[in-house]
């Protein structure tokens, strides 16, 4: 039986680009991506050391028509391996890409801001609702209260920063690519 | 053309041009793609990701349009407006490059 393990590790909304580094390293040390099955927790396949580059997807309208979807990525070479929450992960052996190919599902800066402002609208929005209708409101009663519950003060303080800190990094990110491909 | 096709379409990215340069007659996203690498003799490879992206815009936006199927690819061909909006771009395109030209002259 093939070897398993699986290894714990956190990557934040924005970058899904350090994910994609993480499992190339991991196939290059001889072992390959089977699974996330919780966020954080990746299942490795013992395998033969490669040089395989990994790439993400974020596009819904590609997951709700899956089968064209793929067939664009496999015309070019990628081999689709599962999605995890809305992302699409994907695969290609660097010795598959030819001449000045860039080594990416993406080959232009526009596309790749058009990703980010997919997930800004996918993932961020929900999280915002979230933020404006429960952790703001209670954010606010704990803080003039906070002698009455002082664990779930906290825990809403630490929240609140937590959600600032989610929207300002992906905010700072967002706008300093914008900036740089002048747009 | 509204306003806001204009914005986002003139100027527009090497893939975007590409893909309604192409679809002047029928073909699915791998059969530009092919197209785009023997037009440049492979020096642009588009890419999966920036080309389902692009197609699924300009087909929300009205620019090309899915006239069939064929094995999961999906069959386009430009429109009316994509054909109005290349035009557009193409002549902003002759304007540069006369311009260039007559200033290294």
Request: hydrophobic share 40%; with cysteine; glycine share 6%.
């Amino acid at each position: 039986m093939t070897e398993k393990k699986t290894e714990f590790k956190i990557f934040t909304i924005s970058q899904y680009e350090k994910e994609a580094a993480y499992l190339r390293k991991m196939h290059q040390s001889g072992w390959k991506i089977i699974a996330i099955k919780f966020p954080g927790f990746y299942t490795f396949e013992a395998c033969e050391p490669e040089d395989v580059i990994y790439q993400l997807d974020y596009n819904r309208e590609g997951a709700a028509n899956k089968e064209e979807y793929v067939q664009m990525f496999a015309d070019c070479g990628w081999c689709y391996l599962f999605d995890f929450v809305d992302y699409s992960y994907f695969s290609k052996p660097a010795a598959a890409f030819q001449g000045t190919e860039e080594k990416s599902i993406f080959c232009d800066d526009a596309s790749r801001l058009d990703m980010m402002k997919r997930i800004a609208l996918g993932r961020l929005l929900p999280l915002f609702v979230i933020f404006a209708c429960i952790v703001l409101p209670q954010f606010w009663m704990q803080l003039s209260d906070l002698s009455r519950h002082p664990v779930l003060g906290m825990t809403y303080i630490a929240l609140f920063v937590l959600y600032c800190v989610i929207f300002l990094v992906y905010g700072i990110r967002y706008y300093t690519f914008k900036k740089k491909i002048g747009k | 053309m509204d306003a806001h096709i204009k914005k986002v379409y003139v100027p527009m990215t090497e893939t975007g041009f590409y893909i309604l340069l192409c679809l002047r007659q029928p073909s699915h996203g791998y059969g530009i793609v092919q197209q785009v690498r023997k037009m440049t003799n492979e020096e642009i490879v588009l890419a999966p990701g920036t080309m389902y992206g692009s197609l699924s815009k300009m087909e929300k936006d009205g620019l090309i349009r899915c006239i069939a199927e064929e094995e999961k690819r999906k069959i386009y061909q430009i429109t009316d407006l994509g054909t109005e909006v290349l035009e557009l771009e193409l002549k902003r395109i002759e304007r540069l490059y006369q311009n260039a030209r007559e200033a290294l002259s």
